[in-house]
């Protein structure tokens, strides 16, 4: 099976179970909500995807020139302007570009093997998702952990040294730290492998391309040694970057939230801090952060771009750079649009998630 | 039944009275009473500013040297002096220089066998000849080599006076010189003092570091300044009609920011960096593109607000234009808001452009930029560790400046912004 769809199944098979589940119990105020929702989808790809296609197509500088260079004779370029449709009226162009956003077939790559781009994503995206998820996830942790307790404990060292972190956090360029940590912990301390998704020498039979995955299903626990190693320095440069607007939010909400007067009255009745912040400041104060995951959405993919720089991590945000770098149009507004899609998706389910927690959000 | 006097609004604290009472500069200078923290954090960060604008404005003030030059060794680490071939003469020797020499004849000389000393001093010598020669003298430098097999023995040489002077590389002389009391460093053979320490060493090409990064801040600020100027005076016009006009306009335009806004930024400034090429002014373009939106946004939704005040309501009814309306009694009250996201946003596009520039995409590739000199010093990580320590130290402490600057003056300016 194509590793796209099965990637699509591992993540979409669940979500579509969930959204299934949240429709039927759910109440009519919330079933409409979610209709219009998923309805407003599509024109946000839609105005991704003109986006795109006006920032390759109308700005000067045109896909022949940068594909062929200053090499390409007219003669060539004419020839490589009708094959790929370019000499068709704009809107004709357009059409058949969205048609193509829309079943997902994204054409041929124009250099090396010319392999379908489809079949590159479906190698580059798995690898993408592996490195993201756990960094999202060490940063919510992180995040609202420091949060809290910097919310809390207010003008304690903590709250100072959190602030600091999360301003200096801000502030450093993510492929920085990247090489950073590459140089503490991979050259100087030699701890983890400093490039790379799995130690090229460990044989491993691929079938989902989420290495994690296939050596579990395969019991090859050499190789699942070698994935985690090669996980830990991108996940961390990508987890802590993201960690410090978790941090922020986390902490304002939290300091707001305990001047409310229902965790006053929590108080003078007796409840213990820790019982307030966990049950009832914590659990309001969660609700912007949630919102904050869809924004981070795209601070995400940009970081992930870099930290797969960083890293020669074979995913999606290497993949782009290297076909600018080679001058792959095709690919190039391909891997863009996918990533327009991307943004879209998870938007939507932080929304459908944001309105379960919080009952005031309906349209 | 509630006590009366809880029901009574609480006294306003003196730094609101006082905020009432002053005017623009006391407040600033009042600040550390009345902000704490963030007077701090003002001062401090306007000092940084100030620091990295002054560089940008005169780079040669921090860098001695040409940025694109080779100027030193290659991999020369920071404060180290670079390897050089010295005269090591007895401490009772009467000789400074080579040019001493002349006349004496066949001076004994000691060199480590193989060592290229033995080569430097010899051609060093010839020049010396020429130089006297030059000046019409007929005196020759002549050296008579003694080869010995370790630098041990060239010290034990000049030490006993069995030779007159000697040749060896100052890095291998330096740590053995202490065991030879009597044998002192007559500097270089070429007559200079010792070789030039780098302050934070040369990369690859044997460039100084410190001068690319001083050269470095001008590029880097004049991408943040222009491309945020170019924002500004796009985002800003469009957010005032949209907002002040309504309708389908706005709602369209709206759709189109806010997707443009959800957007990776850095993924659409690297399409259309890639698109333009690699230049300043795409850069420049590419960024700018990304961060309208965000002043957009503001000023619509300040717009929104500002628009329902009874101030604008009293300038229509005694039949105010909708132009001067926007002119003189919106805008005015929308854009302090906007000048302190300028400062944030300043930051915001020099992160970006170190980005593009890290990943090949915005300047042309011998550009003294830091992001460049990330991504060339990651190639040479194994061994030199200045090449990406000290760039990006540069991108930190500008970006934290211009962060801090901001979110300072937010502070003190928008007082009911401070949440107690």
Known sequence: ?363 | MTEPDLLEAPPEEQWQVDLERVGFMRRILNGRKWYGVDWWMVVISSIMVSFFIFIAFFPGLLATYDPLEQVGPRFLPPGETPDTEVLLLHVDSPIESLADLAGLGRVPTAVVQGAPSSEDIRSEAERATEELAAAGSDDRVRLRMVRLETLEEVLEAVETGEVELAAASSQQVEPLLEAYPDVVIAGSITGEKGGKAFPLGTNQIGQDVLSRLSWGARVALTIGFTASIFSFAIGVPLGLFAGFTGGKLDRGMTLVMDSLYAFPGLILAIAIAAVLGPSIFNIIVAIGVLYIPTYYRIVRGQTLSTKEGLHVEAAKSIGATKTSILRRYIFPLVVPSVAIIFSVNIADAILTGAALSFLGLGLPPTTPDWGIDLARGQEFIQRAWWLITFPGIAVMLVVLAFTMLGEGLTEIFNPKLRKQ
């Open chain 1, 1 to 363: 099976m194509h590793p796209l769809v099965l990637t699509f199944l591992i993540f979409g098979i669940p979500a579509a179970i969930g959204l299934t589940w949240v429709f039927l119990r759910g109440s009519s105020g919330l079933r409409s909500y979610i209709t219009t929702r998923v309805a407003l989808t599509i024109p946000m790809i839609l105005i991704l995807a003109t986006v795109v296609f006006l920032v390759m197509r109308v700005i000067p500088g045109s896909p022949i020139d940068s594909t062929l260079g200053p090499k390409g004779t007219p003669e060539i370029k004419e020839r490589f302007a009708e094959q790929h449709g370019l000499n068709d009226p704009l809107a004709v162009q357009y059409g058949r570009f969205v048609a193509d956003v829309f079943t997902l077939d994204f054409g041929n790559s124009l250099i090396g093997s010319q392999r379908p781009i489809v079949d590159e994503l479906g190698e580059r995206l798995p690898a993408t998702l592996e490195m993201v998820i756990p960094a999202t996830l060490l940063a919510l942790g992180l995040g609202v952990f420091l949060g809290t307790r910097a919310g809390v404990r207010r003008k304690s060292a903590t709250d100072y040294s959190s602030r600091i972190f999360s301003v200096m956090i801000y502030a450093m360029p993510i492929f920085w730290l990247g090489l950073l940590f590459q140089l503490i912990f991979g050259v100087w301390l030699g701890w983890t492998p400093i490039a790379g998704r799995i130690d090229p020498s460990i044989p491993l039979e691929r079938t989902t391309n989420l290495l994690i995955v296939d050596s579990i299903i395969t019991a090859n626990w050499a190789a699942l040694r070698s994935v985690l190693a090669h996980l830990i320095l991108p996940t961390l440069t990508l987890g802590l970057v993201l960690s410090g607007v978790f941090l922020r939010l986390t902490r304002i909400n939290v300091i707001e939230t305990g001047q409310e007067d229902y965790v006053a009255s929590a108080r003078a009745r007796g409840i213990s801090q820790g019982t307030i912040t966990r049950k009832y400041s914590l659990k309001n104060a969660m609700i912007p952060v949630i919102t904050l995951i869809g924004l981070q959405v795209a601070i995400l993919l940009a970081g992930a771009v870099l930290t797969e720089t960083v890293f020669a991590w074979p995913g999606m945000g290497r993949y782009l750079i290297q076909r600018i770098l080679s001058r792959d149009f095709t690919a190039v507004q391909s891997v863009i649009v996918f990533f327009a899609l991307f943004v879209a998706l998870i938007s939507l389910a932080v929304d459908i998630l944001y309105s379960l927690l919080d009952p005031r959000v309906r349209y």
